[in-house]
């Protein structure tokens, strides 16, 4: 099979397609042939390096936190899915979902809901899970609520306004001019162009703050909670953990999200997608070859949406499936 691999820390030309042999799933796991992998910030900060003592590990490394295709396969005693199953997942690191085969623990995967392509479930879980976890787990959202999300258009942020509204919240977007229309389109009821204006000076009384991109300390957004606000940002620096420890101090709350991969929590968003409620917005899809291309886009930080790796050429039953909804 072909996948991507790096055999150290550097620029995006570092990544190279190889050809190697298919993984065997071990016990407990099952075998995935990709459909399509999704490629998130976190992959070119391992990639680069900048992640080494928190996520360190051996060369040669296969990128890839995130994927969606079809069961190929099963480990010994595995019994959740057979074979044909589309299934999606967000992968613990090691990561390895740039590839056209990848071997998953049974418990990270979901069945993908019927109507999705795989591209569409394959951009899903780590954007999806962390916007998902941030909202309902540290903001406790409620109907009702006032929700800012800062860095709306991005993976993170799209993803945190659509759920944000599945909730009924009122939701404010903050993104830049070229982005108003698509994150109006999300479903934000207000949006804020960070190129005009400073959404700090732009109204308080937010139950929720959500940091998408980190661009905003706890204390810049403190005065636009109101007494009881969760401040909530992507970046877990030790300055915001540090904050987080003194919470029971303050009525105005601080943390750091850390996303977890859990299959329930991914069942909740395909819920959402099958409801119509949760959209993907695929910027551009690449191929393995393209991978270079893919990294420099990601890591410009200006990708509306998301972006995608389809290790296989398109199949032809994927064109019905997405033309026939
Ligand atoms: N802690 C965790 O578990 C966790 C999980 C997932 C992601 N993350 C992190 O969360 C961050 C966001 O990830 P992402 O997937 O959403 O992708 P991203 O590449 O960081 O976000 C891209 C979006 O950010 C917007 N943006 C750039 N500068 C901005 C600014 N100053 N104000 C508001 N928006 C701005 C861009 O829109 P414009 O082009 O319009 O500016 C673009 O649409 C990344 O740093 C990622 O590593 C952390």
């Keep these: ?41 976190v992959d070119y900060k391992i990639r680069n390096g900048s992640l080494r003592l928190i996520m360190p590990g ?17 480990g010994r005693g595995s019994f959740a899915f057979k074979p044909g ?7 613990r690191t090691p990561q390895g979902g740039y590839a056209q085969y990848v071997a998953v623990q049974e418990k990270l995967l979901c069945l993908i809901p019927q109507g999705l392509s795989f591209e569409e479930a394959a951009a899903i879980p780590l954007a999806g899970l962390t916007a998902l976890q941030s ?34 919240a009122r939701v404010t977007g903050v993104c830049s001019g070229r982005n108003v229309r698509f994150v109006q389109e999300l479903g934000a009821d207000v949006v804020i162009d960070y190129e005009k204006k400073d959404f700090i000076n732009m109204g308080n009384g937010y139950d929720i703050v959500l940091d998408a991109v980190a661009k905003k300390n706890f204390t810049s957004c ?82 509306r949406g998301k972006l995608v790796l389809t290790p296989f050429p398109r199949q032809p039953e994927k064109v019905l499936i997405k033309s026939d909804r």
């Design 1 to 41: 099979m072909k996948k991507i691999i790096y055999t150290k820390y550097g620029p995006p030309e570092v990544l190279e397609k190889v050809e190697t042999d298919s993984p065997e799933p071990s016990a407990g796991q099952v075998l995935v042939r990709v459909g399509a992998a999704g490629i998130n910030p």
């Design 58 to 74: 051996r060369f040669p490394r296969t990128p890839g936190g995130e994927i969606a295709g079809t069961v190929e396969k099963t």
């Design 85 to 91: 199953n589309r299934v999606f997942a967000m992968l």
């Design 135 to 168: 909202l309902r787990d540290k903001g406790r959202i409620k109907k009702g609520m006032r929700v800012l999300v800062n860095g709306a258009s991005g993976g993170v942020g799209s993803y945190a306004v659509q759920i944000a509204n599945a909730y009924q």
């Design 222 to 303: 403190r005065k636009i909670l109101k007494p009881g606000g969760v401040y909530i940002s992507t970046l877990p620096s030790p300055g915001l953990l540090f904050r987080q420890a003194l919470n029971f101090l303050s009525s105005k709350k601080a943390y750091a999200i850390i996303c977890k991969s859990r299959a329930e929590d991914l069942a909740f968003l395909g819920r959402l997608a099958y409801e119509g409620k949760l959209k993907s917005h695929i910027e551009k899809q690449y191929s393995l070859g393209e991978v270079i291309l893919a990294h420099q886009r990601i890591e410009s930080g200006r990708v």
